[in-house]
């Protein structure tokens, strides 16, 4: 990227200012830092020299409250045709306390010059709830009436600031009304990646209800269970013209499943549904498949995805049955389930038979193929078992959902996971909901064999456990032992870190939440005993980013996937180290160079990932904005 060059101001403006989406100004992904009005005059000069400002992107740069008072004032006075507002990833590096009034700046600009905007996208600004605040006022304004397109998504907004949202566009619609204009009337809401929980998901709800106008709602990733996602789909029901509806990674369940069966009616103009990782199970599917099934009922469905649900052999004929008549379905999705052989060749024959085959994925990641019964009457009983272990969850809903919650809340300290996760696990006779014996796995029977199902049936004080394996692992050896133990510590990290993506929520919620506190302990550790740099290239060899000057000890047999994943997470921590936050950043760059000329890096789509959470972390001891 060449550098700014003032003596072609004028050549450069134009460029800014037009673009095939209409006139405007962009400085997307320019990786500006802009702390104060004179850093601001690239942005300030661009607004002042558009003739009809419809659009305004800042993406990927960084705004501080100063730079933005700046370009506030600009704003008042060539704002009123402001159109869209693409603020996405705008405040790397800065603290939550800046945000809010970077924010608000802004946004009273707007509003003094009248704007009337179609679209909101403030996604990938990790404001919290206090950002949710900063932004109320001026999406309950005029400014806002017109709101067609709001995009919240990883910006998070937790149950709080879900609540505040809620209120706002609740006021954005009252205020509509009375002011005698059209009511708000928004289609797009994307807000994934928040955990909103059921509370914020029950607020939003509401104001679903009232608006009735939504056309695409995309809400993964909120730790939602079946009560939020029954208040959702009553919300939406309202809501005729729905096309799109991404509830990925939530907790439906079966009593989830029948709310939104109960709606899905509703939405005649339905294109994309996607359920992917949603533990419907078998009977949760079984009944969606019944509401997707009538014929001549949502005749644009183009794509499904129900992939990562535990589905077995039995709901395999109803999905297939359910896709017969979408003439307009170009991919179904059902990767990581357990419909065996026996239910994947159910699958192809009825979608081959229905001309539908070529919208099948993979099927890979089939859970079932190392266990798969070969007796039927086995087989059925299973099926039994599976749907007596759902009734006892659904019962135990209502008294442990607050319980539940906390299963996902990241400060839960080690004690109550422990708690948490034996309350969680549902006995039938003497199997768990997983269909495995009920055994005590020991800490170093996980780690030859690291499996999702070891690691739930993993008992005790796992992370002392973890911990004392590294420090016996660490005696009468050759090297130092502060080295050895770090090694050996890392190693375990990213045997249980590599579960993260877990196509079983319970699986890959335990993974988190050790994970999390694993990490921890070891940014202690590396502080207290001065090791930082010793743990900085253990992680980049574990990573494969760096190679071991040991062979033996380079050797990586775990999920990588799942290791860069859970970074995301962590390293946005308060007790994760700035020293290795910028290590990792400058050895995931280097990476993406290093592969340009050679073959492609089956990674690089987790790398890039990690590299854009490790851009919102730069401020050393500042948390994340």
Request: aromatic fraction near 6%; include cysteine.
């Amino acid at each position: 990227m060449s550098s700014f060059n003032l003596n072609d101001l004028g050549a450069q403006l134009k460029d800014v200012t037009q673009n095939s989406t209409g006139i405007g100004v962009s400085f997307a992904k320019k990786s500006l830092k802009l702390d104060s009005k004179e850093d601001a005059m690239e942005v300030i000069e661009a607004i002042q020299g558009c003739s009809n400002l419809e659009y305004l992107d800042l993406e990927g740069n960084t705004l501080g409250p100063l730079a933005a008072m700046a370009v506030a004032e600009a704003l008042k006075e060539k704002g009123s045709p402001l159109k869209r507002a693409l603020w996405k990833d705008m405040f790397t590096g800065r603290l939550r306390a800046e945000i809010p009034k970077a924010l608000e700046y802004l946004g009273t600009a707007l509003c003094t010059a009248g704007t009337q905007l179609t679209e909101l996208d403030l996604s990938d600004n990790a404001f919290g709830p206090v950002g949710a605040e900063g932004i109320a006022t001026f999406l309950s304004s005029s400014s806002c009436y017109t709101l067609r397109i709001l995009k919240l998504h990883n910006t998070g907004l937790g149950t709080t600031g879900g609540k505040i949202l809620a209120k706002a566009l609740l006021d954005c619609y009252d205020n509509s009304s009375k002011a005698g204009t059209p009511p708000l009337a928004l289609k797009v809401f994307v807000a994934g990646r928040n955990r909103l929980e059921d509370e914020g998901a029950k607020a939003l709800a509401f104001v679903f209800q009232k608006l009735t106008s939504l056309e695409e709602v995309v809400m993964p990733q909120n730790g939602i269970y079946h009560h939020g996602i029954t208040a959702i789909a009553n919300g939406l029901s309202t809501n005729s013209g729905l096309k799109i509806l991404n509830l990925n990674d939530n907790t439906v369940g079966f009593k989830g499943a029948q709310a939104l069966a109960k709606v899905l009616p509703n939405f005649q103009n339905l294109e994309q549904l996607n359920l992917g990782d949603c533990l419907l199970k078998t009977r949760g599917s079984l009944i969606l498949a019944e509401a997707l099934a009538v014929k001549g009922n949502y005749p644009s469905l183009a794509e499904v995805n129900l992939s990562y649900n535990e589905i077995r052999t039995k709901g395999a004929n109803s999905i297939a049955h359910a896709m017969a008549d979408k003439k307009h379905l170009i991919a179904l999705q059902l990767d990581g389930n357990a419909f065996g052989k026996e239910g994947r060749t159910l699958l192809r024959n009825s979608l081959t038979v229905s001309k539908r085959i070529e919208s099948l994925g993979s099927l890979s990641n089939d859970e079932s193929d190392s266990e798969e019964e070969n007796d039927e009457e086995n087989v059925d009983d299973e099926e039994e078992n599976e749907d007596e272990e759902e009734d006892d969850d659904e019962d135990d809903d209502d008294d442990d959902d607050d319980d539940d919650d906390d299963d996902e809340d990241e400060d839960e300290d080690e004690s109550e996971i422990e708690s948490k996760e034996n309350e969680d696990t549902v006995t039938n006779g003497n199997e768990t909901s997983n269909n495995v014996a009920r055994v005590k796995v020991s800490i170093t029977e996980f780690l030859k064999s690291p499996t999702g199902e070891r690691l739930l049936l993993l008992q005790d004080n796992v992370v002392q456990g973890f911990i004392d394996h590294a420090k016996n692992s660490s005696k009468n050896v050759d090297t130092s032992p502060q080295l050895r133990f770090i090694e050996e510590y890392t190693r375990i990290v990213m045997k249980v870190s590599a579960l993260c993506t877990s196509g079983y929520i319970d699986v890959r919620l335990r993974a988190q939440n050790l994970t999390d506190i694993l990490y921890s302990k070891l940014c202690s550790f590396a502080t207290e005993n001065d090791q930082i740099s010793v743990w900085n290239n253990a992680l980049l060899v574990n990573l494969g980013l760096i190679k071991a000057e040991d062979k033996c000890n380079g050797k990586i047999n775990w999920n990588l996937e799942g290791c860069f994943k859970a970074l995301e997470q962590v390293t946005q921590k308060d007790y994760f180290l700035e020293e290795i936050r910028t290590t990792l950043k400058i050895f995931l760059e280097k990476s993406t160079k290093s592969r340009k000329a050679k073959v492609a890096d089956s990674l690089q789509e987790s790398k890039d990932s990690l590299k854009a959470v490790l851009n919102h972390t730069q401020n050393a001891g500042s948390q994340p904005g």
